[in-house]
């Protein structure tokens, strides 16, 4: 166990420089548009499951964060070959209640705690256990809770944005968040606790391992890559391929104000070309298809969430943009 939190601390570490070099990031958890993008073990294909934050609901007269738990991946039919991205495939809904910087994910009608970002060195948290592995039925003894100890912080930089770490052990190494928690945005290991190995549980379904988070992106920060996210094609291959085309920088255009809670306003490449306009929620589903070339647009009436706003010529898209609704 501590063998791979050591390496973990060293994965991080390797993109890292002084603190001092730049400030470091002091946003909160799950703003408006925060994307998480974990990838998978698979075989016959790129795996990759998403989190996407979408709004707010009221549950037992608490303010919960209702995020969108999807999946989608790049077929791989030969070696060599790697097919265009998949749209999104719903598996389900989470919740999530904030106090401060406490997390909790609210399931199975009880609050558990997840993170505890302001945890000083020494200090630690409870964590619960997750009931979506059934490891009863492979004889694993699990206890329904483990604590997370805070042993050390440090600082990682990803595309240039300096997060700090909060590296972690693990009281019984039952139940595992990961060797580090980035602040305020989560584990680069798993959305949710897991099992540690070699305890392999099955699931209900509702909850997968991952490799580790790939892509993070919110209307606070710049979007950016984890070094594992940097070697499956960064971001812009992930989150804007939703129509097979990533952003076009060469193509001026452009959609402001973004993040947007009402009118869009479009600005399309100065020439006689017809272009039309498309819009893709994180499923791949088209909600809004004009070639009127507008020069704006309401999305009052879509929900909040993550979209990708696509400039098409002859019924081709040769333009992407990703747009926050507030």
């Known amino acids: 166990m501590k063998n791979l939190i050591l390496f973990f601390v060293l994965l991080l570490l390797c993109g890292s420089f002084s603190a001092k070099a730049q400030p470091r990031d002091t946003g909160h958890w799950a703003p408006a548009g925060a994307s998480w993008i974990y990838s998978a073990p698979a075989i016959g ?22 995020i969108e738990y999807s999946t989608f991946n790049f077929p791989m039919p030969g070696p060599g070959v790697i097919l265009p ?23 199975n009608n009880t609050l558990r705690l997840l993170y505890v970002f302001d945890t000083p060195i020494g200090g630690s948290w409870v964590i619960d256990e997750n009931l979506h592995y059934d490891c009863a039925s492979r004889g694993f003894n699990l206890a329904p809770t483990d ?5 050390n912080m440090s600082a990682s930089t990803f595309d240039g944005q300096t997060f700090e770490i909060l590296n972690l052990d693990f009281n019984r190494s039952d139940w595992y968040l990961g060797g580090g928690l980035i ?30 988070l790939v892509c993070y992106s919110d209307s606070i920060r710049p979007t950016f890559s984890t070094p594992r996210g940097n070697s499956s094609g960064g971001c812009g291959r992930l989150i804007l391929s939703t129509t097979n085309v990533p952003a076009n920088d060469k193509i001026d255009f452009k959609i402001f104000p973004n993040p947007n809670n009402g009118i869009l306003n479009i600005v399309y490449p100065n020439s006689t070309e017809l272009y039309s306009i498309q819009i893709v929620d994180i499923w791949g589903r088209a909600i809004f298809y004009s070639n009127n070339q507008e020069s704006s647009i309401s999305i009052s009436h879509l929900p909040a969430g993550v979209y990708v706003v696509s400039l098409l010529q002859k019924k081709q898209i040769i333009a992407n943009q990703k747009l926050i609704k507030l």
Not at 88 to 95: D, E, K
Not at 147 to 151: E, G, W
């Open 183 to 212: 602040k305020n945005i989560g584990s680069p290991e798993t959305f949710l606790p897991y099992p540690v190995p070699p305890y392999d549980c099955p699931t209900d379904g509702m909850v997968h391992i991952y490799n580790g």
């Open 45 to 66: 294909m790129e795996l990759y499951y998403q989190f996407d934050y979408v709004g707010d609901t009221m549950i037992q007269n608490l303010p919960m964060k209702k």
């Open 85 to 107: 991205r998949t749209p999104n495939g719903h598996i389900t809904f989470l919740y999530f209640y904030q106090n401060q910087d406490s997390v909790f994910w609210y399931d």
């Open 147 to 151: 604590s997370a100890i805070v042993t």
